[in-house]
């Protein structure tokens, strides 16, 4: 089997594939271009896009050249993929500005050092925008059939549920096929890389490159990565795990991979890190704790560098100490006028996000779990007040794990 796709297997990455034999064959006589598609439907990626910007760098690191698509004019109409409802239509300059977004964050991810294992960065907006409807009916639509089209996952889904399908979005599996086809034709990009859930899609650009050109083109898919509690790969109680430190600080994304369940930790080093498969052998009886701070540090290094990693670590260490001051934590500020004599130990905790619920908050208080500059909160109706922010801050507790900097402004 060619190395490329045996790593791919080892690791995790592999679901399905079209004509593997034929395509293993071909990866050991020659490197190839391989391309995977991004909507831009918001202004970051989460983690739950993470193992496709891992299968690029798998791309780089066995000689191949990655296309990264930029799906600015397919996130103009919206994948039914997985959704029980149409998207919601976002307007040009949002899109744009996206776009831009996320191309800047897998630029953090990929090598340009390399000439032949660059990332070519392409927008499928510059070659949907000025389509002939005729003609692309045409040349293009003639080539799908309603019966298959039917067929595919995407669309049953909906039409089982007796959920709308809008007629843009149907569209959608045609529009992924041209981009095959013209990434084939352009650059001469020979393998389309998903999720699973974009298996039809492929098949369809597959199938028109050989219908219109003849030439032979595959498809690859990856696993739909669940966590051990079976919840989605990419959200928390808190919301999306972003690759933006706009939206999530590199402190708190480094949190998340520590918090990695036990049964999920080895799994997550050989699918989000660059260790080897031998290196992760070697430790993988190591204690548990070290495992998940070196998973943290390694994620952590790959997207916000090795200063931010090693920081974020030191933070978490003086943090998770009962005498720390808690000067380096993440932090939200308040103002000063919110400080009322009915604002308390429930609203400050309520504010910083850190719970939703104060009947759970109170449940905290009734445990000594909550603490404000480590002392521990017994009274429920505890005031907040301007006493209590040594040099315009204080920091809160929650349990062993949770702990915040909220500043005066």
């Given at each position: 089997m060619n190395k490329f796709l045996k790593e791919f297997k080892d690791r995790g990455f592999f679901y399905q594939c079209t004509n593997e034999k034929e395509l293993s064959d071909l990866l050991n006589q020659k490197k190839i271009k391989a391309y995977i598609g991004f909507d831009c439907t918001a202004e970051s990626l989460h983690v739950g896009s993470l193992l496709q910007i891992m299968c690029l760098r798998l791309l780089q690191k066995h000689g191949h050249q990655p296309i990264v698509l930029l799906g600015g004019g397919t996130t103009r109409i919206g994948d039914p993929s997985g959704k029980d409802k149409t998207r919601k239509i976002l307007d040009e300059n949002?899109?744009?500005k996206n776009t831009k977004n996320i191309e800047n964050i897998l630029k953090n991810y990929l090598s340009s050092n390399d000439k032949n294992t660059k990332p070519i960065?392409?927008?499928?907006?510059s070659w949907l925008k000025d389509l002939n409807y005729i003609s692309f009916l045409r040349n293009i639509g003639k080539h799908?059939?309603?019966n298959k089209m039917l067929t595919f996952e995407s669309v049953k889904t909906r039409l089982d549920r007796e959920q709308s399908l809008s007629y843009m979005e149907f569209n959608y599996m045609i529009l992924q096929a041209y981009d095959f086809l013209e990434l084939n034709q352009k650059e001469n990009c020979i393998l389309q890389i998903g999720g699973s859930d974009q298996w039809g899609n492929i098949v369809n650009g597959v199938d028109l490159i050989k219908r219109f050109s003849n030439n032979q083109a595959y498809g690859l898919t990856t696993p739909l990565i669940t966590l051990a509690s079976g919840a989605k790969m990419g959200k928390t109680e808190n919301g999306a795990v972003w690759?933006?430190?706009?939206?999530?600080?590199?402190y708190d994304y480094w949190q998340f991979w520590r918090n990695t369940d036990d049964r999920d930790v080895l799994k997550f080093l050989n699918i989000f890190t660059d260790l080897t498969i031998e290196e992760i052998n070697k430790i993988k009886d190591n204690d548990i704790n070290e495992l998940k701070i070196?998973?943290?540090n390694k994620t952590t290094e790959m997207l916000h560098g090795e200063n931010e990693a090693r920081n974020s670590e030191k933070i978490a260490?003086?943090?998770?100490s009962e005498n720390s001051?808690?000067?380096n934590l993440p932090s939200v500020k308040i103002k000063k006028d919110q400080l009322n004599e009915n604002f308390n130990i429930l609203d400050l905790v309520i504010f910083s996000k850190l719970e939703k619920?104060?009947?759970e908050v109170r449940r905290l208080i009734k445990n000594n779990g909550v603490k404000i500059n480590n002392e521990i909160i017994i009274d429920e109706k505890k005031i907040i007040s301007i006493e209590l922010f040594n040099d315009n801050f204080l920091k809160l507790s929650l349990g062993k794990k949770r702990h915040i900097k909220i500043e005066l402004n």
């Open positions: 949002e899109i744009e960065f392409v927008n499928n907006y799908f059939t309603i690759l933006d430190k706009k939206f999530l600080s590199p070196l998973l943290a260490k003086e943090t998770f001051s808690g000067l619920s104060k009947s």
